[in-house]
């Protein structure tokens, strides 16, 4: 249960900080996608859309690398009888 804590709290600042993206992200494109659509037509939003849908999965991916490679780390450090820092 430790290790799972552990593993939590080290990753939280990572999951924060990708959510601000992926929000900066949807909101970026779907504002630019309001503010271009009257001069190149209503293809922008399906565009928006792309970007919004599309960059999902990077940021559960990314969460998922990062909590892995800590889960690893701290395995490692709890093998050699060091405690987590």
Known sequence: MQRIIFTARRTAH???????????????????????????????????????IGSLPVLGLNIARVARREWRRHSTSA???GSPP
Do not use: C, M, R, T
């Open 14 to 52: 990572l999951v924060i900080a990708s959510i601000a993206v992926e929000l900066a992200l949807d909101f970026g494109a779907g504002a630019l996608a309001v503010l271009i659509a009257p001069y190149v037509g209503e293809w922008v939003y399906v565009a928006a859309g792309v970007i919004v």
């Open 79 to 81: 093998d050699q009888g």
